[in-house]
């Protein structure tokens, strides 16, 4: 059964960040929306919260703080009375001995022990003086920035736990994009230098940038804000479908209009006429439902996605630890980090007597950890919160199991040509197309970056032109925890390269 709809001035698929912020600002422009997404019941994506017996669920952990006051004053002003202070703590578990993240000093010299903190100022010297030269795979940057001997200890066994591939056939973008600015490896680097006397000139401008200590946060989850969101668009005469999958995007060589066709799990169809499309759907996804086929759908076809599911655990205690979450590089586990969501939001958890930590795995689609029962991955966690000493598994009361699909974009040996090939033909074909977020430019952007790239698309749209790149969004930035949050304008951050988020307008071409 189909259906034809009232046409719009912009259609969007996706309900997350980048979504709804294009949605929201769209609608506040006076413009026509019609937005589609998938889940039925939850809009946010990867930053909805999840609910269960009273217990709220972040999914994948999300500190609100960014550089872009543009972002800052749009939460502000989306979600104006219910942000709360948060302190910011996270630490990495490994060898059955807890770091501090950022590394301190001591606390490094003390867990590595003389000889391993002498074996990485070793490795790293050797790797100043013969660098690999032909840099082109994760391992090869990293090592080539901190040694082998510290990219084994705080990269390797961590980034190939969340990725499901071996490092050194990930693209050396991934660090470059990641890792700039500040790692691990440099505030290990520079506690092992300060603790040897090495550091002559503490401010030579090459010390470890800081990060935030404290960040803010909804008080009730990131679902919060993008709740408050869809209201809104709602609120101003447009429409959120939810539970309404894309089946086909075509355009209409006449008229220059789009033909956009979701169903809904009982099969009905219904198709929106509209101007403009944005979609924050996978490229694999959105490649093989346009029509006519794109001659790059076999690059679209190539893109990987790193899939990922969260265990939330009742423990029968008043806390856990303070952190926000811990990074666990210890291989005799799958998991890959420990969130503790207390500690993100006390109204996240109803009873001050039970703790509610989410254990992180990651996954492809279909693979074991995928496919397994909820009640066995709740058994697993179990088990391994009790191989790392944290709980005893009679402390355990209760669990649930979430599933995220195509949470990240995996960036491969071959990705970048398959997203530069999509693009460039896309955006020949089809300027009314707009690609945001994380999924829809297969980029692993922050929340905030998401968030700008719709930004500047609304933007576009308003000019009837592409006068801002959406692509140079998150490019060349420094990493986006450390400095003051909202301290730069777009104007200002445009004139910064080397901290570059928002992009200036691109030269128009008359």
């Given amino acids: 059964m189909s259906r034809p709809d009232q046409p719009v001035d912009v259609a969007i698929i996706g309900a997350g960040p980048a979504g709804l912020t294009a949605a929201y600002l769209l609608t506040k422009a006076g413009y026509s929306v019609t937005v589609i997404e998938k889940d039925p019941h939850q809009v946010g994506g990867i930053s909805r919260t999840v609910e269960h017996n009273g ?61 391993r903190s002498a074996l990485c100022m070793l490795s790293y010297g050797q790797a100043k003086l013969f660098p690999i030269k032909q840099v ?36 050396a973008d991934w660090a470059a994009q990641r890792i700039k600015g500040l790692s691990l490896g440099a505030a290990v680097l520079d506690g092992l230098k300060r603790s040897l006397g090495l550091n002559k000139k503490p401010n030579d401008g090459m010390a470890t940038k800081t990060l935030l200590e404290h960040f803010r946060y909804p008080r009730l989850g990131p679902g919060m804000m993008w709740d408050a969101a869809r209201d809104a668009v709602i609120a101003g005469g447009n429409r959120v479908l939810m539970g309404h999958a894309l089946k086909q995007l075509a355009m209409d060589q006449v008229t220059g209009r789009w033909r956009v066709a979701a169903t809904n799990r009982a099969g009905e169809t219904v198709t929106i006429n509209a101007a403009h499309v944005i979609s924050s759907a996978p490229m694999r996804e959105l490649a093989s439902r346009i029509h006519p086929v794109p001659a790059t759908l076999g690059n679209a076809l190539a893109l990987n996605y790193r899939d990922f599911l969260t265990v939330a655990l009742m423990i029968r205690s008043e806390d ?153 969004v998150n490019e060349d930035a420094e990493y986006h925890e450390a400095g003051n949050e909202g301290a730069l304008t777009a104007g200002e951050r445009a004139a910064l390269e080397s901290e570059r988020a928002v992009p200036a307008p691109i030269k128009r071409i008359a």
């Fill in 136 to 171: 082109k795979s994760f391992e090869d940057w990293v090592i080539n920035q901190f040694g082998r001997k510290l990219y084994s200890i705080f990269f390797k066994t961590y980034t190939e736990k969340v990725w499901g591939m071996p490092c050194d056939e990930m693209s």
């Fill in 320 to 472: 856990l630890f303070p952190d926000n979450w811990i990074y666990i590089h210890d291989p005799r586990v799958k998991v890959g980090r420990v969130q503790n969501f207390r500690s993100w939001s006390p109204e996240m958890v109803p009873d001050p007597e039970i703790a509610c930590v989410g254990l992180e795995y990651f996954c492809f689609e279909g693979d074991g950890l995928w496919s397994s029962s909820d009640a066995d991955l709740i058994a697993l966690a179990t088990r391994e919160m009790e191989v790392m000493g944290l709980v005893s598994a009679d402390q355990v009361v209760g669990g649930a199991v979430v599933r995220q699909e195509k949470a990240y974009p995996v960036y491969d040996e071959t990705y970048a040509d398959h997203v530069t090939a999509m693009r460039e033909e896309l955006a020949e074909a089809y300027p009314t197309l707009h690609l945001v977020g994380r999924n829809g430019m297969h980029r692993y952007n922050n929340q905030d970056h998401a968030m700008m790239t719709a930004m500047l698309t609304v933007r576009n749209i308003e000019a009837g032109a592409r006068i801002y790149d959406i692509w140079a």
């Fill in 55 to 115: 217990f709220r669920f972040d999914i994948g952990g999300h500190r609100f703080f960014s550089k872009s006051k543009e972002v800052v004053d749009l939460w502000n002003e989306i979600l104006p009375h219910d942000f709360i202070d948060r302190p910011r703590m996270s630490r990495i578990y490994y060898q059955g001995r807890f770091y501090s993240y950022p590394l301190r000093a001591f606390e490094a010299l003390r867990n590595l022990g003389l000889i």
